[in-house]
């Protein structure tokens, strides 16, 4: 059983930086790739980010490339995501998951598990 909770999240104006937490605990954090993905109303899923278990490894949604960095403490079984120039398009429910795969590099929400619940994000204008 995995459980990851999700912090951080707010409201922003545009060109602001936030920087959301994801906690684990469970079965061993430190043995899989983590991510981020998002959803905003309307839309599906979207991958963010994500990062191999010794985090030597990272990829990137298109969308978030050179702005977002995601990192990883396995000491602390913590994962962030550090957001810069965001703008209103990023504003979407952020959600943190475990890699079914143990890798970074497999986008789909179908191939990632043990979801948060969620932190919201508001990006103004």
């Known amino acids: 059983q995995v459980q990851l909770v999700e912090s951080g999240g707010g409201l922003v104006q545009a060109g602001g930086s936030l920087r959301l937490s994801c906690v684990a605990s469970?079965?061993?954090?430190?043995?899989?790739?983590m991510g981020w993905f998002r959803q905003a109303p309307g839309k599906e899923r979207e991958f963010v980010a994500g990062?191999?278990?010794?985090?030597?490894?990272?990829n990137y949604g298109d969308s978030v490339k050179g702005r977002f960095t995601i990192s990883r403490d396995n000491a602390k079984n913590t994962v962030w995501l550090q957001m810069n120039s965001l703008n209103p398009e990023d504003t979407a429910v952020y959600y943190c998951?475990?890699?079914?795969?143990?890798?970074?590099?497999?986008?789909?929400?179908?191939?990632?598990?043990?979801w948060g619940q969620g932190t919201q994000v508001t990006v103004s204008s």
């Open positions: 990062i191999s278990q010794n985090a030597i490894s990272t």
């Open positions: 998951a475990r890699s079914l795969y143990n890798t970074p590099w497999r986008t789909t929400p179908r191939e990632w598990g043990y």
């Open positions: 469970g079965r061993a954090f430190s043995g899989t790739a």
